[in-house]
């Protein structure tokens, strides 16, 4: 044998002990097996499927039960992201988040990401704290792997993290009178966030077998990630499977009656636009390729198809919810950053006074005050992520000492949060929550 036969060989049996020691996990669907991560004692899952791939006749449709499959699925592969715009290298974000490193775009993308400590896979006692996170990007951009976001440095904390993709855009919110009459409901749209819901469930329903609480789990997102969690905390549908909330640049309530479309509006809207681009049927709307959806889509549809409140999957506005006493029974967290997309504090402080004038456990409020160095772009929308993940190392910014001290003290709280409930954990309160008597905000910054 050569040298390089006998190089492959040893590789082989290198990976072969290696999945030898990374235990099979049953969960619904079937047989899987993660990976060892980057950081010592952490074991990754990429890419479970988390409900059936919502193309051909499912595409406009609400989630399907996962498909299952024979043998064990190695789960060591991101799955596909859903087609989507991007950021251009030479926007601001293709050049902070490196957008063309991106993964194949598929229809067939509802999956998600596991990150847990080694020694708590197959273990359903562990009782491991559980964050699920939902990526932000306005509705048609992003996915659960952006290089900001990765599970190690939670993993380490102890506790599990969970990432996933969802349907953006054209093929996640479109909403149509035909396919209102497809269903019982008479609704149609708001598939990603059905998704996001299905997400939660499968999470709820199986993150046991990776050593994980399914009574101890934080929903959080930031950006369209911190709107879906707003809808995830005011809809029925995700009743009793949430502990705590982070709302990371998402705003808080407004201080005047919401606008938000409803069903007969989002389904206007999304006639209106199919009819202009001669999709007048449900036969050529789902012949239609993925590519020639999205290119109408970017053409003339950004910004159209988001969540609406259909009477089902959401009966009311999250500022309604709010006001009315039916968001989910959850501690908050909520935040901006200094010189995040648009002035928010304001009603970042609307919804904390709320909480506390309904007699609700006040919320924690923060602002994330660090200018990156590199420019002169100060503390923008989406600057906390590389601290709340603790991936600095991958950004190309000249980061200090003291930016990794920072990322440090974020993921502290942050962690603390998912497993207590409070950012502080069990120690000395440092941080209080936002109440009418003591409004108080935590501000993130280097020293």
């Not at 990432?163 to 093929?171: E, H, P, S, W």
């Not at 069903?263 to 999304?270: S, V």
């Not at 069990?426 to 008597?437: I, K, M, Q, V």
Request: aromatic content about 12%; proline content about 5%.
């Amino acid at each position: 044998m050569n040298k390089k036969g006998i190089t492959l060989l040893i590789v082989a049996m290198m990976m072969t002990a290696v999945w030898g020691q990374v235990p099979i996990v049953k969960v619904e669907g079937g047989n899987v097996q993660g990976v060892p991560s980057v950081a010592e004692g952490v074991t990754v899952f990429r890419g479970i499927p988390y409900a059936a791939p919502p193309v051909g006749d499912l595409r406009w449709k609400r989630p399907q039960p996962v498909v299952k499959w024979d043998g064990i699925r190695k789960a060591d592969t991101f799955g596909n992201i859903c087609w989507q715009p991007g950021n251009a290298v030479g926007t601001f974000y293709g050049n902070e988040f490196y957008w063309k490193e991106q993964t194949v775009q598929s229809e067939d993308c509802l999956y998600l990401n596991i990150w847990t400590p080694t020694e708590a896979v197959g273990n359903r006692e562990g009782g491991l704290p559980v964050a699920f996170w939902v990526h932000g990007g306005a509705y048609f951009n992003g996915y659960g792997h952006e290089i900001t976001m990765d599970g190690d440095a939670w993993a380490k904390r102890g506790v599990i993290l969970v990432t996933i993709n969802y349907r953006l855009g054209i093929f996640g919110f479109l909403a149509h009178p035909q396919l209102s009459k497809e269903n019982k409901d008479g609704t149609s749209g708001n598939y990603g966030t059905y998704d996001q819901v299905a997400a939660l469930r499968w999470v709820y329903d199986n993150i046991a077998e990776f050593g994980g609480d399914p009574d101890n789990i934080t929903v959080m997102g930031q950006s369209a990630g911190a709107a879906s969690i707003k809808c995830l905390v005011s809809s029925p549908l995700s009743k009793g499977m949430i502990r705590n909330a982070v709302i990371q640049s998402g705003g808080g309530i407004s201080t005047t009656a919401g606008n938000d479309p409803d069903q007969k509006k989002a389904e206007a809207t999304g006639k209106e636009f199919m009819d202009n681009h001669g999709l007048r049927s449900l036969k050529e709307m789902r012949a239609a390729s993925a590519e020639e959806l999205l290119r109408i889509f970017k053409e003339n549809g950004m910004g159209l198809f988001r969540p609406h409140i259909d009477g089902v999957l959401l009966k009311e506005s999250f500022d309604n919810a709010a006001r009315n006493n039916h968001l989910a029974d959850a501690q908050y967290m909520i935040g901006c950053t200094l010189d995040d997309i648009r002035p928010m504090g304001k009603q970042i402080d609307e919804f904390c006074f709320l909480r506390d004038s309904l007699n609700q456990r006040p919320a924690f409020q923060y602002l994330f005050a660090r200018k990156l160095p590199g420019t002169h772009d100060g503390a923008f929308h989406s600057a906390e992520l590389w601290y709340m993940f603790h991936t600095l190392d991958r950004s190309w910014r000249p980061m200090t000492p003291s930016d990794y001290i920072l990322a440090d003290e974020v993921m502290d709280c942050w962690t603390n949060f998912a497993k207590y409930g409070n950012p502080n954990g069990l120690d000395a309160s440092t941080w209080a929550p936002f109440t009418l008597a003591n409004p108080y905000v935590k501000v993130f910054n280097v020293k």
